[in-house]
């Protein structure tokens, strides 16, 4: 089941990027034939594609978790993608409809992107103090442990050198 969810995530990634290099060649927005409000309202939506995008690729570069978030990504691009086609058919009101479910789904992903990032952001102060704190106790300990490593040796070492005694030889000469 890994295998295609990861193959699944894989190619709605690819789609996504074919999607905004299409949207970048073509000037950053796609030209589409009908009513001035129709198309507005679209470009408004390929806008808002594009921010949530920007903020699940953010979300991403921090670490968190966006599979999920690719998904529903990838449906607000085939909704647009609907939208922009019922605009060429000239059904203004079904593309209208479409443009609304593209902006509402394209900024709950932005949305929740966001909340993501911030999560996997204190996560890893969360982590890093952690660490630190335990590399602090641990060099504590480590001193701690060597002084009276060092206490222990040096009294024997005190023992030993005092119970020395000289050594007398029998043939000595004057």
């Known amino acids: 089941m890994n295998g295609l969810s990861s193959h699944a995530a894989k190619a709605s990634v690819l789609f996504l990027q074919v999607f905004l290099v299409l ?15 129709v198309q507005s309202s679209v470009g408004d939506a390929d806008v808002a594609v594009r921010h949530a995008f920007n903020a699940a690729l953010e979300a991403e570069r ?10 529903r ?15 060429r058919n000239g059904h203004s009101s079904e ?13 709950s992903v932005r949305n ?14 969360r982590v890093l103090w952690l660490s630190l704190a ?4 641990g060099i504590a300990v480590f001193v701690v442990v060597m002084v009276f490593v060092w206490r222990w040796f040096k009294r024997g070492y005190v023992r030993k050198m005092l119970g020395m005694r000289p050594e007398v030889t029998s043939g000595a000469e004057a």
């Open 95 to 107: 593309a209208a409809s479409k443009v609304d479910q593209c902006i509402g789904l394209a900024e």
């Open 23 to 37: 949207g970048l060649v073509f000037g950053g927005s796609f030209r589409v034939l009908g009513a001035d409000e």
């Open 112 to 125: 929740d992107a966001d909340a993501l990032k911030a999560s996997a952001l204190g996560e890893s102060q």
């Open 62 to 71: 921090v670490g968190a978790n966006v599979s999920g978030l690719l998904v």
């Open 134 to 137: 335990f590399s602090l106790v």
């Open 73 to 87: 990504l990838n449906e607000a691009g085939m909704i647009l993608g609907e939208a922009e086609i019922a605009v």
